[in-house]
Nanobody, 121 residues
């Protein structure tokens, strides 16, 4: 069982930046690929970004490419999502997730409770 706790959400103006953090309880954190998803009101949860267990491979949704950066610190059991040039359409609850392998294939097995990001225009 892996427990995930997100932090760093909040209210920011359009064009601003936020950094989300996700602390994991996993004994061997590097065994898990990690991902960020988001869910806006009235919409389905959607993929945002993912990173492999070693951090050598990443993937992004087209809507955030060039603006968001996913990274991880395996010594701290933490994954980050740096969000720059935020837009009102980035407003959502952001969820951290963990996959059951070192690569982000299929669906994540574990989820955090989510953190709210609100971007004002």
């Amino acid at each position: 069982q892996v427990q995930l706790v997100e932090s760093g959400g909040g209210l920011v103006q359009a064009g601003g930046s936020l950094r989300l953090s996700c602390a994991a309880s996993a004994r061997t954190f590097s065994r898990y690929a990690m991902g960020w998803f988001r869910q806006a009101p009235g919409k389905e949860r959607e993929f945002v970004a993912a990173i492999s267990g070693s951090g050598s491979s990443t993937d992004y949704a087209d809507s955030v490419k060039g603006r968001f950066t996913i990274s991880r610190d395996n010594a701290k059991n933490t994954v980050y999502l740096q969000m720059n040039s935020l837009k009102p359409e980035d407003t959502a609850v952001y969820y951290c997730s963990a996959y059951l392998s070192t690569y982000y294939s299929g669906s994540p097995a574990y989820w955090g409770q989510g953190t709210q990001v609100t971007v004002s225009s």
